[in-house]
């Protein structure tokens, strides 16, 4: 198990071996919703926009990092400058796309948006090596899987939802 220490630990990076019958719960990161709070106030509207837009797509955002580990546990992990680091499941490749051009267009004044596009199949990519990669300004993406990650010049490995799934 990996975790990020908070600031008062100088944000070392922690290591640990548990084993599975000491872990009491599992869950995810917050949703972006639930992390609002924690953003700058300058901030608030550009969210509240992209929210909307990433609604509308039926796009599942969670935040993890820095944002993410102080909404888990109160401790202080964002500094000034931190960036906010989505986790946005997409269904396939024009899902991808759709999403990936949202996250591209957003902008809020001292809010950088990093993250993953996260699959069906668990399969992640960064989202902007992925808008590099389908616009032609890279030859490969790296695919991060549970197993590690690969280098995919094509989209054979992308999962592709069912018709009736990828209707809006």
């Given at each position: 198990m990996g975790l990020a220490a908070p600031e008062r630990w100088d944000r070392r990076r922690i290591a640990?071996?548990?084993?599975?019958?000491?872990?009491?719960?599992?869950?995810?990161?917050?949703?972006?919703?639930?992390?609002?709070?924690?953003?700058?106030?300058?901030?608030?509207?550009?969210?509240r926009e992209l929210?909307?837009?990433?609604?509308?797509l039926r796009a599942?955002?969670?935040?993890?990092?820095?944002?993410g580990w102080q909404a888990l546990t109160g401790?202080?992990?964002?500094?000034?400058?931190?960036?906010?680091?989505?986790?946005?499941?997409v269904e396939g490749i024009m899902h991808a796309d759709a999403v990936a051009h949202v996250l591209q267009t957003f902008s809020a004044p001292g809010l950088r948006l990093d993250g993953e596009l996260v699959f069906s199949d668990g399969a992640a990519v960064?989202?902007?090596?992925?808008?590099?990669?389908?616009?032609?300004?890279?030859?490969?993406?790296?695919?991060?899987?549970?197993?590690?990650p690969t280098i995919q010049r094509d989209l054979a490995w992308c999962p592709r939802p069912e018709p009736a799934e990828s209707a809006p």
């Amino acid at each position: 198990m990996g975790l990020a220490a908070p600031e008062r630990w100088d944000r070392r990076r922690i290591a640990l071996h548990v084993p599975i019958a000491a872990v009491l719960a599992f869950d995810e990161f917050p949703l972006l919703t639930q992390v609002q709070s924690l953003l700058p106030a300058l901030t608030c509207a550009p969210v509240r926009e992209l929210l909307v837009a990433l609604d509308l797509l039926r796009a599942d955002v969670r935040v993890f990092g820095s944002y993410g580990w102080q909404a888990l546990t109160g401790l202080d992990h964002v500094r000034p400058g931190s960036d906010i680091d989505l986790w946005v499941g997409v269904e396939g490749i024009m899902h991808a796309d759709a999403v990936a051009h949202v996250l591209q267009t957003f902008s809020a004044p001292g809010l950088r948006l990093d993250g993953e596009l996260v699959f069906s199949d668990g399969a992640a990519v960064a989202w902007r090596e992925w808008n590099a990669w389908r616009r032609g300004h890279a030859n490969a993406v790296i695919v991060k899987h549970l197993g590690g990650p690969t280098i995919q010049r094509d989209l054979a490995w992308c999962p592709r939802p069912e018709p009736a799934e990828s209707a809006p």
